[in-house]
């Protein structure tokens, strides 16, 4: 089945203790992305990889790291967590098309809070 | 920059009754549009999309129509279920640039029996 899956769904953790969500997609696809999903704010990207060993800044990129070493993997990193950080996360994959815009495949998201 | 603005909820209908959900677009040339929704607990999931202008993308009863003369791509559907019940998402993709979506804040419905 073609899925996009996240670990943890869900997870408590305290300030400044670094923690990893991971993101992987089975359907061979190029792009990946990271969203966080706000009250109020809607979805906002922050980052996004092209390919492998390619990532680039989204809108909300302070306080993550990202790495994009293999191409069915896109673990997002939070070095030193923040209250401010607590949200639900979303990764996403697309396939790479010239001239359009293809589907985004979402995950079914992670749920952070961080005390 | 691109942005989306979409109607603000919460949206109340009963079942059968006619859904719109405005949305309209700030970007550059020929976006992609497109419509997602998230039912409780569940990620999104693409409901439909249009790739360029008069286009009309449709799925499960729901349509919307891309209009680049008043940037807007409104959702609807003639007669919701209360299966419907979701948040839906407006969202664009810049031109050749399908790795980045950007979203409207979401429109929350609720359709009672």
């Known amino acids: 089945e073609a899925q996009v899956t996240q670990n943890p769904r869900y997870l408590i953790t305290v300030t400044g203790k670094k923690l990893t969500v991971t993101c992987s997609q089975n359907?061979?696809?190029?792009?990946m992305s990271w969203y966080r999903q706000d009250p109020g704010l809607g979805l906002r990207q922050i980052y996004y990889?092209?390919?492998?060993?390619?990532?680039d800044k989204g809108d909300v990129p302070e306080g993550y790291k990202v790495s994009r070493k293999e191409k069915r993997n896109f673990p997002l990193i939070l070095e030193s967590p923040s209250p401010n950080q607590t949200s639900l996360y979303f990764c996403?994959?697309?396939?790479?098309?010239?001239?359009?815009?293809?589907?985004?495949?979402f995950g079914p998201g992670t749920r952070l809070t961080v005390l | 920059g691109d942005s989306v603005t979409q109607m603000e909820g919460p949206v109340t209908l009963s079942e059968e009754a006619f859904l719109t959900i405005n949305c309209t677009y700030t970007?550059?040339?020929?976006?992609?549009l497109f419509w997602y929704v998230q039912y409780p607990g569940e990620g999104l999931q693409l409901l439909l999309k249009?790739?360029?202008?008069?286009d009309k993308g449709s799925n499960k009863g729901f349509e919307a129509t891309y209009r680049k003369e008043t940037t807007s791509f409104h959702l609807e559907k003639g007669s919701v279920q209360v299966s419907d019940s979701a948040v839906y998402f407006c969202?664009?993709?810049?031109?050749?640039?399908?790795?980045?979506?950007?979203f409207g804040k979401g429109t929350l419905l609720t359709v009672n029996p």
């Open positions: 996403a994959s697309s396939l790479r098309r010239e001239g359009g815009a293809d589907t985004q495949y």
């Open positions: 359907m061979n696809h190029e792009y």
């Open positions: 990889s092209m390919n492998v060993e390619v990532t």
């Open positions: 970007a550059t040339g020929y976006p992609s």
């Open positions: 249009a790739t360029k202008a008069d």
């Open positions: 969202a664009l993709s810049p031109v050749r640039s399908n790795y980045k979506l950007t």
